[in-house]
Nanobody, 114 residues
Framework: VQLQASGGGLVQPGGSLRLSCAASGSIFSINVMGWYRQAPEKQRDLVAIVTSTGTTHYADSVKGRFTISRDNAKNTVYLQMNSLKPEDTAVYYC?????????WGQGTQVTVSS
């Protein structure tokens, strides 16, 4: 399984970004796709996940601001990030968990700064 993330960048506080992550390879129909983030000198934390049936879960810090979605036909997961704050600055990693295995993308930098 290979994951290719895109969409990161520099944005001002209050702005928006949309991350995308396309999965390729041996993708099963039942899996969980998601986004995690890691700020400098901090651990990697869950941002949001979505199951193959559309059930979602968000970290409390992003509820109401971020929306995760997926296109099963394209094996792609999206993260719409609105009302961004400086504390959202981190490297964002996409993830696929299937049959007990975790697969990670290469990470995309999101910087929120004026």
């Amino acid at each position: 399984v290979q994951l290719q993330a895109s969409g990161g960048g520099l944005v001002q506080p209050g702005g928006s970004l949309r991350l995308s992550c396309a999965a390729s390879g041996s993708i099963f129909s039942i899996n969980v796709m998601g986004w995690y983030r890691q700020a400098p000198e901090k651990q990697r934390d869950l941002v949001a996940i979505v199951t193959s049936t559309g059930t979602t879960h968000y970290a409390d810090s992003v509820k109401g601001r971020f929306t995760i979605s997926r296109d099963n036909a394209k094996n792609t997961v999206y993260l719409q990030m609105n009302s961004l704050k400086p504390e959202d600055t981190a490297v964002y990693y996409c993830n696929v968990n299937q049959k007990g295995y975790n697969y990670w993308g290469q990470g995309t930098q999101v910087t929120v700064s004026s």
